[in-house]
C-alpha cells in the first residue's frame, strides 16, 4: 500500500519541485488541496491529520501554526522552513552528517529538511571540528553565492521581470549586511562549532546552483594540518556515500574554475580541497543545486529513508524543470 504524502505549500518552489519529483511513483499517493482550498484551515487540517508523511513548505510562522493542526501522532513531518532546525526533538534531515543520522531519520517522527547554506557548510565543516583537524572555538568564515531561486517568488521576479518595480539588472550582490542570516545557527550547531561562523551570502544572475567556500590558512591552525590531511578526513567520512562525494585532490589541482550550475538537477553536494602549498592556503568547496541537495532533491531523499525505501529512489536521474521557477513562490 502506498504512503499518503501531502505537501503543505506545494505551489512554491521547494513545493513544486518535491511534487514533480514525486508524481508518477507508485510507491507514494500525493494527496493536495484545490487551489482555493489551500489557506483554509479546516480543510488543511483534514489533509495534515489523514497523510502518512506532511511535508511542509511554508513560511516559518506558517510550519509552526501547522504543527499546531496535527493531532494525529501517527502524521510525521519533514519540515523544509527554518523553523525547527535547531529545535530539541527534531532530527536534523543530513543523512550523511554522521554514521548514525540516516538511521535516525528512519525512525523520526519529525525531521527538519536543512537550509541549503547549512547543508553545505555543515558538509566542510563537521567532519573536520569531529576530528580534531578544526578547533571548536575556531573563527570560520564562510563566502557563498546562490542561484536567485532561492530567494522565492520576491527575489525570482526582481530578476526576472523587467516591468516589476523592484526589477534588477545587477549581475551579482552581496546581501544579509546586517550578518544575521537564518542558516548561521543550524551551521554553528551542527558543525560543532562553538563560535558563531562569519557568514557572507551572496546572489548571483542565475537561477539555480551554489557555491560555498570557507578560507584557512593552514599554518595558522592547531598543528598546522596539511590540506592532504583535511582531504583525507573528508574522504572517509564520505566515504561510499552516494550523494556526497569529495573530489580526488589531483582532479581538484587540474581545474581553472568552479561553476555553481555544475550540479544542477542533481542530489549532489560535491566538496573540494583546493591548496596552494607554497602558501600554506586552502579553500573548502562545496558546489551543489540550492534546489537539489540545498532542498527538494534533500527532502525526497529523507522521505525515501522515512519510508524505509533506498534513499535514491526517485533520485538517480537528472531532474530538469525549469518551467517551475519563474513566478513560483
Partial sequence: MSAKI??????????????????GRDDVDLIGLADADRKNTDQRRQMLNGCDIAILCLPDDAAREALTLI?????RVIDASTAHRIVEGWVYGM???DAEQANQIAVATRVSNPGCYAIASVGLLRPLVAGGLLPDDWAVTINAISGYSGGGKALITEFENASAPNYTEAP??????????????EI??????????????SVGRFAQGMIVQVPLQLGALPGSPSAAQLHAVLSDHYAG???????????????????????????????HVIVNEHYGQAIL???????????SGLAVQNLNIMLGLPEETGLEEKF???????GSS
Fill in 285 to 295: 568547496v562545496a558546489v551543489l543545486d540550492n534546489l537539489g541537495k540545498g532542498a
Fill in 71 to 75: 493531532d494525529n501522532t501517527n502524521t
Fill in 188 to 201: 554553528e550547531m551542527w558543525s560543532g562549532l562553538h563560535i558563531r561562523p562569519l557568514f557572507v551570502p
Fill in 172 to 185: 551579482y550582490f552581496v546581501y544579509g549586511l546586517g550578518l544575521d542570516h537564518k542558516h548561521v545557527p
Fill in 95 to 97: 543523512p550523511e552528517m
Fill in 241 to 271: 556515500r552516494r550523494f556526497v562525494k569529495v573530489a580526488p585532490m589531483e582532479v581538484t589541482s587540474r581545474l581553472n574554475r568552479l561553476e555553481p550550475e555544475a550540479l544542477n538537477g542533481t542530489n549532489e553536494l560535491r566538496l
Fill in 6 to 23: 501531502f505537501i503543505d505549500g506545494e505551489a512554491g518552489t521547494t513545493g513544486l519541485q518535491i511534487r514533480a519529483r514525486l508524481e
Fill in 320 to 326: 530538469s524543470m525549469p518551467a517551475i521557477i519563474s
